[in-house]
Protein backbone atom coordinates (compact mmCIF):
# COMPACT_ATOMS: atom_id res chain seq x y z
CA UNK A 1 0.00 0.00 0.00
CA UNK A 2 1.35 3.22 -0.85
CA UNK A 3 1.02 6.57 0.61
CA UNK A 4 0.87 9.54 -1.37
CA UNK A 5 -0.29 13.53 -0.56
CA UNK A 6 -2.14 14.57 2.43
CA UNK A 7 -6.10 12.72 3.86
CA UNK A 8 -8.51 15.28 2.77
CA UNK A 9 -10.50 14.08 6.09
CA UNK A 10 -7.66 15.71 7.97
CA UNK A 11 -8.50 18.68 6.08
CA UNK A 12 -12.33 18.20 7.34
CA UNK A 13 -11.23 17.82 11.10
CA UNK A 14 -9.13 21.08 11.52
CA UNK A 15 -12.16 22.98 9.71
CA UNK A 16 -14.78 21.58 11.82
CA UNK A 17 -12.79 22.49 15.24
CA UNK A 18 -14.39 25.69 16.79
CA UNK A 19 -11.96 28.45 17.33
CA UNK A 20 -11.01 29.65 21.48
CA UNK A 21 -11.12 32.71 22.68
CA UNK A 22 -7.55 32.75 23.55
CA UNK A 23 -6.17 30.98 20.36
CA UNK A 24 -5.56 33.98 18.30
CA UNK A 25 -2.69 35.91 18.99
CA UNK A 26 -2.81 39.00 20.98
CA UNK A 27 -6.67 38.38 22.67
CA UNK A 28 -6.88 37.51 25.86
CA UNK A 29 -4.92 34.63 27.78
CA UNK A 30 -1.54 34.14 27.95
CA UNK A 31 -0.85 36.74 25.61
CA UNK A 32 -2.75 39.49 27.59
CA UNK A 33 -1.19 38.38 30.94
CA UNK A 34 2.11 38.94 29.40
CA UNK A 35 1.86 42.27 28.14
CA UNK A 36 0.29 43.20 31.41
CA UNK A 37 3.69 42.12 33.36
CA UNK A 38 5.52 43.69 31.34
CA UNK A 39 3.70 47.13 31.81
CA UNK A 40 3.61 47.33 35.13
CA UNK A 41 6.65 49.13 36.57
CA UNK A 42 9.33 46.99 38.35
CA UNK A 43 8.68 46.44 41.88
CA UNK A 44 11.55 46.51 44.84
CA UNK A 45 13.34 43.75 44.79
CA UNK A 46 12.05 41.54 47.76
CA UNK A 47 14.75 40.60 50.40
CA UNK A 48 17.65 38.25 49.90
CA UNK A 49 17.23 35.04 51.52
CA UNK A 50 20.29 34.66 53.87
CA UNK A 51 21.77 30.85 53.83
CA UNK A 52 21.62 29.41 57.30
CA UNK A 53 25.07 28.64 58.62
CA UNK A 54 26.09 25.11 59.31
CA UNK A 55 27.45 26.44 63.08
CA UNK A 56 24.42 24.46 64.14
CA UNK A 57 24.97 21.31 62.95
CA UNK A 58 27.00 18.70 64.37
CA UNK A 59 27.61 15.03 63.56
CA UNK A 60 24.62 12.47 64.43
CA UNK A 61 27.41 10.26 66.31
CA UNK A 62 30.97 11.19 67.74
CA UNK A 63 34.03 10.32 65.86
CA UNK A 64 35.10 7.70 68.08
CA UNK A 65 31.93 5.94 68.40
CA UNK A 66 31.86 6.10 64.44
CA UNK A 67 35.60 4.10 64.41
CA UNK A 68 34.94 1.79 67.43
CA UNK A 69 31.75 1.10 65.53
CA UNK A 70 34.10 0.34 62.80
CA UNK A 71 36.67 -1.51 64.58
CA UNK A 72 34.21 -3.88 66.26
CA UNK A 73 32.51 -4.95 63.18
CA UNK A 74 36.05 -5.84 61.74
CA UNK A 75 36.73 -7.66 65.08
CA UNK A 76 33.59 -9.52 65.10
CA UNK A 77 34.47 -10.62 61.81
CA UNK A 78 37.69 -11.83 61.98
CA UNK A 79 35.98 -14.22 65.20
CA UNK A 80 33.61 -15.29 62.98
CA UNK A 81 36.35 -16.38 60.61
CA UNK A 82 38.18 -17.79 63.54
CA UNK A 83 34.68 -19.72 64.28
CA UNK A 84 34.14 -21.00 60.61
CA UNK A 85 38.13 -22.62 60.78
CA UNK A 86 37.48 -24.21 64.36
CA UNK A 87 34.33 -25.68 62.88
CA UNK A 88 35.85 -26.90 59.59
CA UNK A 89 37.54 -31.22 60.74
CA UNK A 90 39.93 -30.09 57.83
CA UNK A 91 41.52 -26.93 59.64
CA UNK A 92 44.96 -28.25 61.38
CA UNK A 93 45.90 -26.48 64.65
CA UNK A 94 48.97 -24.39 63.07
CA UNK A 95 46.16 -22.37 60.42
CA UNK A 96 43.71 -22.23 63.87
CA UNK A 97 46.87 -21.10 65.66
CA UNK A 98 47.46 -18.14 63.21
CA UNK A 99 43.48 -17.26 63.50
CA UNK A 100 44.57 -16.89 67.50
CA UNK A 101 46.98 -14.49 66.88
CA UNK A 102 44.76 -12.19 64.28
CA UNK A 103 42.20 -12.17 66.96
CA UNK A 104 44.50 -11.16 69.56
CA UNK A 105 45.64 -8.39 67.45
CA UNK A 106 42.45 -7.14 67.23
CA UNK A 107 41.67 -6.87 70.96
CA UNK A 108 44.75 -5.13 71.73
CA UNK A 109 43.20 -2.83 68.75
CA UNK A 110 39.72 -2.84 70.15
CA UNK A 111 40.84 -2.22 73.78
CA UNK A 112 41.88 1.54 73.45
CA UNK A 113 38.27 2.39 71.75
CA UNK A 114 36.80 1.03 74.85
CA UNK A 115 38.13 4.17 77.06
CA UNK A 116 36.55 6.21 74.73
CA UNK A 117 33.44 6.08 74.92
CA UNK A 118 30.60 6.71 77.96
CA UNK A 119 29.74 4.19 80.29
CA UNK A 120 26.23 3.96 79.33
CA UNK A 121 26.74 3.49 75.82
CA UNK A 122 24.92 0.01 74.04
CA UNK A 123 28.51 0.03 72.00
CA UNK A 124 30.76 -0.16 75.28
CA UNK A 125 28.86 -2.84 76.28
CA UNK A 126 28.94 -5.12 72.74
CA UNK A 127 32.73 -4.13 72.74
CA UNK A 128 32.96 -5.40 76.74
CA UNK A 129 31.24 -8.89 75.29
CA UNK A 130 33.27 -9.42 72.28
CA UNK A 131 36.54 -8.89 74.54
CA UNK A 132 35.57 -11.72 76.95
CA UNK A 133 34.44 -14.31 74.07
CA UNK A 134 37.66 -13.82 72.76
CA UNK A 135 39.27 -14.14 75.71
CA UNK A 136 37.69 -17.47 76.85
CA UNK A 137 38.25 -18.76 73.12
CA UNK A 138 41.99 -17.63 73.07
CA UNK A 139 42.08 -19.26 77.14
CA UNK A 140 40.66 -22.59 75.66
CA UNK A 141 43.00 -22.77 72.80
CA UNK A 142 45.81 -22.27 74.71
CA UNK A 143 45.01 -24.97 77.32
CA UNK A 144 44.12 -27.47 74.64
CA UNK A 145 40.28 -27.78 74.94
CA UNK A 146 40.18 -28.15 70.99
CA UNK A 147 41.56 -31.59 69.62
CA UNK A 148 43.89 -31.42 66.77
CA UNK A 149 42.45 -32.63 63.95
Do not use: H, W
Not at 17 to 29: A, H, K, L
Not at 72 to 99: H, I, N, W
Request: glycine letters at 8%.
Amino acid sequence: MKISGVDPGFARIDLERPETPGSVPGTGGFADLLNQALREPATAPAAALSVPTAAGLRPAAPAEAVQAAFRVESFLDLLECYRQKLADPRTDMQVLSGAVRDVEKGMASLTPALSSLPENDGLKEIIQGALVTASVEIAKFRRGDYPAA
